[in-house]
């Protein structure tokens, strides 16, 4: 259906436009005045409409060059076109005839943010507050640019500056959330939106974030309510859906979780995702085949979700149907043929299956894209350990190990690996490994390689650490 691009548009608007599109089309030209040219312009920024934006910008050069308004529309006009160096040259000359005129100030603040330069954008911005227009805009863009710099702390400041004025300013709402979120200050977090959805109740966005609050506090049970609460005041809020359903997989709720995706569902044209995440949840409970059919109607909606294809050739392997596993890892690989996650999926169901040659073939295609994918060589060094190959499982071990984040992971393999080959003090300094960077280290090794629980040196060195913690 074709957007009525006049929707919410006065009559006057819309018959300035038209008129002006008409002696486009023609080749005519026509007399208007400042304000109703700024009007015609002003509809192409809200509208979007590049190429009408460029024409009326150039048609009303002609007929006033010296205009400070329209030369600002000129500008806004190179800011989309991210030439920002021929904007800026406007506005400092601009800035030299009036250089108390706020719209330019604000104009030469939205440049330097774009070229990068927060200190002055930040410095435009406050001289542009000088006749308290649009106060509440101007300091959630210099909120905007402390974030640039990694001050929060003035960043949160300036945010809740301009919710003092608009409290109905999404931007900055989300904005000072993720502010609180990112120095770890939930205890604020929490205060201030329980604050401000007293002052603001029918804030959807407000009642959103106090629930994000919540869960950084692990507060699952509070968080839910708060979400409810947005979707009251919006039923449309896909996002509280989704997040209530992910409180509700906190609390080990599932089936609610699945009952608030399939709401989800209602509220978003994106129901690939959704039926995507109910299939992860069907996964997660080990239902294997309902999470299947969610992929299934995931992919009947986009049939490009390759991780859709690649999650559901996960579940026919589960379910030793090979041949149709292959074909869905298949799938995916087409749509995107470099993804360390789907080659590694692929293999593993060729291992699974025995064909050991195409594991072995589709491993060594992987392994370029390993890099930063540490999960592959875990699957690579478990493949080499299924086999009983523990000297090639430690190559491959000791390749991923240095830049990676799953150091226990590795280290408790490397351990076992060392155990079956018989170098001792490789198995020992494995175990240290194991045992000093992760509290439940210990536990973690016992419980993936049962027999060194047997192994008389490597208890000594287990309960050596134990002691020397409870001293």
Not at 106 to 135: C, N, W
Not at 320 to 343: F, H, Q, V
Not at 349 to 369: M, Q, R
Request: aromatic share 14%; net charge negative; glycine share 4%.
């Amino acid at each position: 259906m074709k957007k009525d691009r006049f929707k919410n548009q006065r009559r006057e608007v819309k018959s300035l436009v038209l008129n002006f599109e008409a002696m486009d089309k023609n080749g005519d030209s026509r007399y208007y005045d400042v304000d109703q040219l700024e009007t015609i312009i002003d509809f192409y920024l809200e509208t979007a409409d590049h190429d009408m934006l460029e024409k009326s910008v150039q048609y009303s050069e002609k007929l006033f060059p010296d205009s400070i308004e329209i030369k600002l529309r000129r500008v806004h006009l190179l800011h989309l076109q991210e030439r920002y160096d021929e904007a800026l040259s406007i506005l400092k000359q601009l800035e030299q005839l009036e250089p108390d005129d706020t719209d330019v100030l604000y104009a030469l603040g939205m440049v330097y943010s774009a070229l990068d330069q927060p200190r002055k954008a930040i410095q435009y911005y406050h001289k542009a507050t000088v006749d308290g227009f649009e106060l509440g805009i101007v300091y959630s863009n210099i909120a905007d640019e402390y974030v640039k710099m990694d001050q929060r702390a003035e960043a949160r400041n300036y945010y809740r500056k301009a919710l003092r004025i608009n409290p109905d300013d999404e931007h900055s709402i989300y904005q000072l959330a993720n502010c609180y979120e990112a120095d770890g200050l939930v205890d604020q977090w929490i205060k201030y939106f329980q604050r401000f959805i007293e002052d603001n109740p029918y804030s959807k966005s407000g009642w959103f974030c106090l629930g994000e609050a919540y869960v950084a506090e692990g507060l699952y049970e509070r968080a839910i309510d708060a979400y409810q609460y947005a979707i009251a005041i919006d039923s449309n809020y896909y996002y509280a859906y989704t997040q209530m359903a992910s409180c509700q997989m906190a609390l080990n709720k599932p089936t609610e979780a699945v009952a608030a995706m399939h709401e989800a569902c209602n509220h978003t044209e994106d129901k690939a995702t959704v039926f995507f995440q109910i299939g992860e949840i069907f996964r997660s409970q080990n239902n294997i085949e309902t999470a299947a059919t969610y992929y299934r109607k995931a992919i009947n909606e986009d049939s490009f979700f390759a991780e859709a294809w690649n999650a559901l050739a996960s579940c026919y392997g589960i379910l030793g149907d090979y041949s149709t596993a292959i074909d869905c890892s298949k799938r995916a690989l087409k749509i995107d043929s470099e993804s360390p996650s789907y080659l590694t999926t692929l293999a593993l169901i060729y291992a699974e299956s025995g064909d050991h040659d195409n594991a072995d073939k589709i491993f060594e295609i992987a392994i370029p894209f390993y890099t930063d994918f540490e999960q592959g060589w875990l699957a690579l060094a478990d493949y080499k350990i299924m086999l009983e190959k523990y000297d090639d499982a430690i190559d491959v071990l000791n390749k991923g190990l240095p830049n990676c984040e799953m150091v226990l992971e590795f280290n408790k393999r490397l351990a076992l690996c060392y155990y079956h080959t018989g170098r001792r003090n490789m198995l020992f300094n494995a175990v240290r490994a194991c045992i000093y960077d992760n509290e439940n280290g210990a536990f973690d090794l016992l419980g993936y390689c049962p027999d060194l629980g047997y192994d008389h040196d490597v208890l000594n060195i287990i309960n050596s650490h134990i002691q020397e913690n409870t001293k």
